[in-house]
């Protein structure tokens, strides 16, 4: 004949099970399983800063591009190259869905080393008018832009920095176990390449 459950020694049983389960999650916890989506967190976040001072430059190009065109308007040439590399360098997008997108990454690369060519062009010529390189709009434009540039080869630097954590860490033990095991899906990361010789310094706009 069957005897009723006893519900202390059933509530007791849960309890344990509970307990066990917690010590679980805090081993794994301090075994680095959530190291991944961490380091994979702070990628995306460092890129998003990659992305919004890459969006104040093209932010500041038109404007600058006005302000020259006043004082030079002979040279279409080069005032032309700049707005069409702003246009490309615009056109193409790279977020969080994307950025696991090596060719999507280059050829954001490449359009906005383009561009940083372009407005290194455009400051040189302006070197030649002396009216346009006092205007008090000119100089201001060209102290945004400066201090923009920098800001970029922070957020690049960054970004590759965070690049590499996240890579070293699901390469190396015993990141590379909880990769095979839970994160398999989550691809090593592309990241920045130089594109042209000092492609990790700013351009210098200074005169």
Same mark, same amino acid.
């Given at each position: 004949?069957?005897? #009723?459950?006893?519900?202390? *020694? @059933?509530?007791? %049983?849960? !309890?344990?099970?509970?307990? $066990? /389960?917690?010590? =679980?999650?805090?081993?794994?916890?301090?075994?680095?399983?959530?190291?991944?989506?961490?380091?994979?967190?702070?990628?995306?976040?460092?890129?998003?800063?990659?992305?919004?001072?890459?969006?104040?430059?093209?932010?500041?190009?038109?404007?600058?591009?006005?302000?020259?065109?006043?004082?030079?308007?002979?040279?279409?040439?080069?005032?032309?190259?700049?707005?069409?590399?702003?246009?490309?360098?615009t056109s193409i997008?790279?977020?969080?869905?994307?950025?696991?997108? #090596?060719?999507?990454?280059? *050829? @954001?690369?490449? %359009?906005? !080393?383009?561009?940083?060519? $372009? /407005?290194?062009? =455009?400051?040189?010529?302006?070197?030649?008018?002396?009216?346009?390189?006092?205007?008090?709009?000119?100089?201001?434009?060209?102290?945004?832009?400066?201090?923009?540039?920098?800001?970029?080869?922070?957020?690049?630097?960054?970004?590759?920095?965070?690049?590499?954590?996240?890579?070293?860490?699901?390469?190396?033990?015993?990141?590379?176990?909880?990769?095979?095991?839970?994160?398999?899906?989550?691809?090593?990361?592309?990241?920045?390449?130089?594109?042209?010789?000092?492609?990790?310094?700013?351009?210098?706009?200074?005169f």
């Open positions: 004949m069957s005897h #009723p459950a006893d519900p202390r *020694r @059933f509530a007791v %049983a849960y !309890s344990w099970r509970w307990l $066990a /389960l917690l010590c =679980l999650v805090l081993a794994l916890s301090g075994c680095g399983v959530n190291n991944i989506p961490t380091l994979d967190e702070k990628v995306k976040s460092a890129w998003a800063q990659v992305e919004n001072q890459y969006q104040r430059r093209a932010d500041l190009i038109p404007n600058l591009v006005e302000t020259v065109k006043g004082y030079a308007q002979q040279e279409k040439e080069t005032l032309t190259a700049v707005t069409e590399a702003r246009a490309k360098a997008q790279v977020d969080a869905d994307t950025l696991n997108d #090596p060719q999507t990454l280059k *050829r @954001f690369e490449q %359009a906005q !080393s383009q561009l940083t060519g $372009a /407005l290194s062009r =455009l400051m040189a010529v302006s070197e030649r008018y002396p009216d346009l390189k006092s205007n008090q709009n000119f100089l201001a434009l060209q102290s945004q832009l400066e201090g923009t540039e920098n800001r970029i080869a922070v957020a690049r630097r960054d970004f590759i920095q965070a690049v590499q954590a996240y890579n070293t860490e699901i390469r190396t033990f015993p990141g590379k176990i909880w990769h095979s095991l839970l994160y398999s899906d989550m691809p090593i990361r592309e990241t920045f390449e130089a594109t042209s010789p000092n492609a990790d310094q700013a351009p210098q706009v200074k």
